[in-house]
């Protein structure tokens, strides 16, 4: 006989366990670093696209994020922190999620079998976060520690040069439409999850969320494929200049 089922037949008072706090903090955390990341890849992206206004708006973009505006000339220092600050959010983020990952084959095939049979749209849409997610596990991952440890391969020429002669592109093309659909799936569930849109019909604004999720997400599949592309181009364009760095006076 348990301590508490001995006190409980000796006063006649039920004693109820204190439920633990902690599964709803970590649910907390999970939702607030996805959705910073979630922000952080809009942004990212929409930065990134500055190439298909032309290479002197990337070269001033990313001197701008080397500081240039405090430090004459800029230093990768600050693209070094920014990507350290990503990946502490990054990791945390991956940490909290695993807890729902299915933890065998086994487990994995009763939740298909059990989406199969709902045909829910929101239970498929958790499986493209988990799928998407496991992938970016891999590829954040690399993305980041390239950044962190190549933070002056980053202007017109050093980028393109990558994504072309070095056939980094595949990489990207995998790591963009991951992230994208990633944050789009995980933005529509912490959407839903914590009621932000619920309003007075929440059945039917639902159904509206749903649709603005899925006309931003195309938007920036597209926006990020134009982009590549663009890169590309300039790397073709550029291979036989291999590693030689983008300068102002070449467009004057």
Same mark, same amino acid.
Do not use: C
């Given at each position: 006989m348990s301590k508490a089922t001995i006190i409980e037949s000796l006063t *006649? /008072?039920?004693?109820?366990?204190k439920k633990s /706090? @902690?599964? +709803?903090l970590m649910d907390k955390l999970q939702s607030l670093t996805g959705a910073?990341?979630?922000?952080f890849v809009l942004l990212h992206l929409l930065l990134e696209s500055s190439i298909l206004l032309g290479k002197t708006s990337m070269f001033h973009l990313s001197?701008?994020?080397?500081?240039?505006g405090v430090i004459e000339g800029g230093t990768p220092l600050f693209?070094? *922190?920014?990507?350290?600050?990503? $990946?502490?959010?990054?990791? =945390? %983020? !991956?940490?909290? +999620?695993?807890r729902k990952f299915p933890n065998s084959y086994r487990e994995h095939l009763r939740f298909r079998t059990h989406a199969k049979l709902m045909k829910h749209p929101d239970t498929n849409l958790w499986f493209l976060q988990i799928s998407t997610g496991f992938m970016l596990f891999f590829l954040g991952s690399i993305h980041l520690y390239l950044i962190m440890t190549q933070p002056l391969n980053i202007g017109p020429y050093a980028s393109s040069?990558?994504?072309? $002669?070095?056939?980094m592109w595949i990489l990207y093309l995998m790591l963009l439409v991951s992230v994208v659909l990633h944050a789009g799936a995980g933005g529509y569930r912490l959407i839903m999850k914590w009621g932000w849109?619920?309003?007075?019909?929440?059945? !039917?604004?639902?159904?509206?969320?749903?649709?603005?999720?899925?006309?931003?997400?195309?938007? &920036?599949? @597209?926006? *990020?494929?134009?982009? =590549?592309?663009a890169y590309l181009k300039i790397g073709y364009? %550029?291979?036989?200049?291999? *590693?030689?760095? &983008? %300068?102002?006076e070449e467009e004057l």
């Open positions: *006649g /008072k039920t004693m109820e366990k /706090k @902690l599964p +709803a910073m990341l979630a922000l001197k701008f994020f080397e500081g240039s693209i070094i *922190g920014i990507s350290l600050l990503i $990946s502490v959010i990054f990791v =945390l %983020h !991956a940490f909290l +999620a695993m040069d990558k994504i072309y $002669s070095d056939q849109l619920d309003g007075d019909n929440p059945k !039917a604004n639902r159904i509206i969320i749903r649709k603005i999720i899925k006309v931003v997400t195309l938007f &920036y599949l @597209l926006m *990020g494929l134009f982009s =590549l592309g364009e %550029h291979q036989e200049n291999y *590693g030689k760095r &983008y %300068h102002l």
